[in-house]
């Protein structure tokens, strides 16, 4: 789901909400749901269950089957991790390296399972991008510049 359907979505299901009255306290005692998760359903940041659909459908007449088979697709919380480190990592990647950025191009990416300490599966994501520093843009540089104005 794109972050703009993304953000219909979690409109159309605010709306839904408002239509039945309920609060997320509410809808979570006639769901058996915490609150939170309630809302968690309802911004798309968790996966409504099978088992829980017909509840949650009950407590909020206003759902309609298209908002309902989306709230049943995982939502995009590897996205979400990214874009929510994004910005330290970039900051981290000018520290050590200096004015730039990894490439995209000269990319390679690989997801792995490994055991955690606890003996638990963990997910290992590894970004390995060329650096590439940024240039100052000098006008005396500019190819094409200078063949436009060469005699």
Request: glycine share 6%; with cysteine.
């Amino acid at each position: 789901m794109e972050t703009v359907d993304k953000v219909s979505v979690v409109r159309r299901l605010a709306e839904a909400k408002e239509k039945s009255g309920k609060s997320y306290t509410e809808i979570a005692a006639e769901t058996g749901l915490t609150n939170v998760y309630v809302a968690q359903l309802l911004r798309r940041q968790a996966q409504l269950k099978p088992d829980t659909a017909p509840k949650l459908r009950k407590a909020i007449p206003a759902l309609s089957d298209e908002l309902v088979n989306s709230m049943m697709a995982p939502p995009f919380r590897l996205n979400e991790a990214v874009m929510h480190f994004g910005e330290s990592i970039k900051e981290i990647i000018n520290e050590e390296f200096g004015d730039g950025i990894m490439s995209a191009i000269d990319f390679y990416c690989s997801v792995d399972k490994i055991h955690g300490v606890d003996g638990k599966d963990r997910v290992v994501v590894t970004f390995d991008g060329k650096y590439l520093p940024y240039s100052e843009q000098r006008s005396e540089h500019m190819t094409s510049k200078l063949k436009r104005e060469a005699p």
